[in-house]
């Protein structure tokens, strides 16, 4: 499995995931709707993904993101139970007013697709 390149559990209501310290190669990873699914395990050693998609998820913490110079799409829609991600007041990121950016994302040169969560201090 270490020359594994798409993961996709999308949808299939899993409660946990093994270790993922051998997927190195992992271009995509999807747990999209995986409601009960807390935590990834062993998310910072995957700095090949292009896309993760956490949307739908319980997911509480992602690492920073900074080593993830490859990544094209970051999902987060839908979750609700993330912490720490939104530092500081995001009024409307199509607008003038971004006061900052969560988890050092201006690293990430090759963004195409950002879906970040809604949460009390964000809209639109």
Known sequence: MSHLQILDLSETQIGWLPSMSNLKSLRQLSIRGCEDLPTVPDLEVLMSLEVLDLSGTAVTHIPSL?????????LLRGCSNLEGFMHGEMIDLLGTTVKELPYGISKL????????????????
Do not use: A, M, V, Y
Request: net charge neutral.
């Open 66 to 74: 900074e080593n993830f110079s490859n990544l094209k799409q970051l």
């Open 109 to 124: 040169t090759h963004l195409e697709c950002l879906d970040l969560p809604h949460g009390k201090n964000t809209r639109g």
